[in-house]
């Protein structure tokens, strides 16, 4: 069933009208922790407290370091705080995406994936720490015909690794979940689940600081010395070690820059609804099959997220609040919404956000060391990192103890990404990537010459 091409009406951008402009997780502030202002030592210092460097300070306080946390806003404010909440096992932004790029790896990597979705588990119930997460698996929702040969492939690929796959017709897929667009899909059982992200980074919060761990908010970081020394406003930190966990933020070495950009992603909440004219028993999380994509999952209290469709990367990449609300993309978002369940037409949306997406060439965490190996850094998920990151964390603070461990021997962790080129290329490169995945979603998913391109050099991405 074909996406509208007509212009979002004014009953589309009503629907969100009076929706808060901040993240629906993060709808309930927390009282932040002191900024420093000090001077004082540490064995590590984290900059960022998303969920990269959350996971990392617990992993290294288990561990006895002294840890200390900078935060230029609050715990989970930016990326970790924004997403929508998908925990999905995968290291590689899928498996096809990672036989592209590590396929004599892939084993492994599919085997720590599941390591680390388990371990997430596991640590969940040991600290306590309450996200709402629901072992749902992932819906695979195919909305065009020209997808539909990809569901044997899809199920094959997946089952070849491990995984539990159940392959939906139209009538299957309709009865897990009401749409008329859909004409089938593949429902993956295995190592993925739907959580509150808002929570999560709350009670990562919570655990690391009964752990020990120092934390300041509102103290960003303005540079980190030759010698370790890591710069904010009113205080500094000498290290032993310093891990950077800036996401999409400005990066604090330059070999960073070159391997980033930020791409901005945006979601809407509804009101809570009557799920009952849904279905979706099974709660699975959903992305449906184009290159211009949409996500979208229930809450706990009966709301639906909503997401994706647009990537929006603005010359040379700023990052800000300012860049949060984006009426064209929210007026598409909410179009389609009422395209997806035409039954819930009237709802209103309380909530719409956006935030930068931390994007690589290669779709899926890098991660490095400077400073003679006293300083490393993780980043680059490309919007699969809410799982990823544990593993990204914990991956960044062997390296920093030259830990020889199953991760830190791949080329996976070892290699860096294809660079982005400078701007003004680079923004001429990512809208004309844009422009051509778009067009071959209207051209039932043929690649044109420029995605083929992309392809042979190892840089392509359907999704």
């Given at each position: 069933?074909p ?53 990392a300070?617990?992993y ?5 370091k ?13 990326a ?6 998908f925990?999905?096992?995968s290291?590689?932004?899928g498996i ?69 796959v159940?392959l ?18 593949v ?6 689940g ?46 032993d070690?310093v891990?950077?966990a ?16 930020p ?5 809407l ?7 009952d004219?849904?279905g ?31 990537a ?24 389609h919404f ?9 709802t209103?949306f ?57 991760a ?5 962790v ?22 051509r ?25 359907d999704?």
């Amino acid at each position: 069933m074909p996406w509208p091409t007509t212009p979002p009406t004014r009953e589309h951008r009503a629907s969100y009208a009076d929706a808060e402009p901040r993240p629906f997780w993060l709808r309930e502030p927390k009282d932040p922790s002191p900024a420093l202002t000090e001077d004082i030592t540490a064995d590590l210092c984290i900059v960022g407290a998303g969920f990269t460097g959350l996971w990392a300070a617990l992993y290294a306080a288990e561990q006895g370091k002294d840890v200390v946390i900078l935060e230029a806003e609050t715990a989970g404010f930016g990326a970790s705080g924004r997403n929508g909440g998908f925990a999905v096992a995968s290291l590689t932004h899928g498996i096809e995406n990672g036989l592209a790029r590590f396929a004599d790896e892939m084993p492994t990597l599919e085997r720590l994936a599941l390591e680390n979705f388990e371990g997430i588990q596991r640590d969940l119930a040991h600290y306590g720490i309450d996200c709402d997460f629901q072992l749902t698996g992932e819906l695979l929702a195919l909305t065009d015909e020209h997808q539909l040969p990809w569901l044997q492939e899809e199920a094959e690929q997946l089952t070849r690794f491990g995984h539990e796959v159940t392959l939906l017709d139209q009538t299957a897929m309709c009865g897990q979940v009401n749409s008329p667009t859909y004409l089938g899909g593949v429902w993956d059982h295995t190592g993925a689940g739907i959580l509150d992200p808002g929570k999560l980074a709350h009670g990562l919060k919570d655990v690391a600081v009964r752990k020990g761990v120092r934390l300041y908010e509102y103290s960003s970081v303005e540079h980190v010395t030759d010698e370790l020394t890591v710069i904010t406003p009113q205080g500094r930190v000498r290290a032993d070690r310093v891990l950077l966990a800036t996401s999409a933020y400005p990066p604090l070495i330059n070999t960073i820059k070159h391997y980033v950009v930020p791409v901005y992603d945006y979601a809407l909440m509804t009101e809570p609804i009557d799920m009952d004219k849904v279905g979706w028993q099974n709660r699975q999380g959903i992305g449906d099959g184009g290159n211009q994509f949409h996500y979208y999952r229930p809450t706990t209290d009966g709301r639906i997220l909503y997401g994706g469709w647009d990537a929006v990367y603005r010359y040379k990449g700023p990052v800000g609040a300012r860049y949060d609300d984006h009426d064209a993309t929210f007026a598409k978002l909410a179009q389609h919404f009422f395209h997806t369940f035409p039954q819930l037409e009237g709802t209103r949306f309380t909530h719409r956000w956006g935030g930068a997406i931390d994007t690589s060439s290669r779709f899926s965490v890098f991660f490095g060391t400077s400073h003679g190996g006293r300083l490393a850094y993780a980043t680059g998920y490309t919007g699969l990192g809410v799982a990823a990151t544990r593993f990204g964390g914990r991956t960044a603070v062997d390296l920093l103890d030259g830990r020889d461990t199953d991760a830190t021997r791949t080329r996976y962790v070892r290699t860096k990404p294809v660079p982005f080129p400078p701007e003004p290329l680079r923004y001429a490169v990512v809208q004309l990537t844009r422009n051509r995945l778009a067009a071959a979603d209207r051209n039932q998913g043929r690649r044109g010459l420029w995605l083929r391109t992309l392809d042979r050099l190892g840089l392509g991405f359907d999704s």
